[in-house]
């Protein structure tokens, strides 16, 4: 896996760019929107869509990805990585588009700073766009062709409940 492409898996912390259609109606304003202060961050993410660059990520490469947020900390592992990118993140709420900070402390982008706007848009969805170069805020929610941006639409996954795993009987082979 070339280097560009870890990167951006390591950064999954965010909502669609192909998957949400930008003529809609912004979430910030209307009925289903949400209150900042009742956002929710910390859970399990995982991409829905995502573009780097110009280019959609495939299928099997965004269900590859797990973003895990927790009180300002964020964990993002690749299935088949060894390693998982692991850091903190600031948020700037007091700017539209909303800004992004996001610092890794450990894993393959250690010491890397991260900046991204973001969107709620809903209780259970966001979307990111980051500038993987570190050298300023990405200006909308777009990675054209040739740019080093990143842009993915997130979904929050619901918490597996341990009480809900039911038990099923094994296949008698003693049958036969």
Known sequence: MNHRFALLLSFALATCCHADDET??????GENAIHQAEFEYNGVWKPKG???GGALLPPPALQAITLTIKDGNYEVTVAGED???KGVYLLDETVTPKRMVIKSLSGPNQGKVILAIYEIKNKNAMRVCYDLSGRAFPTGFKAPKGSDLYLAGYRRQKPENPDDKRIRPKPDSEDQ
């Open 24 to 29: 809609a109606p912004n979430p910030s304003s």
């Open 50 to 52: 995502a573009m780097l």
């Open 83 to 85: 390693l998982s990118d």
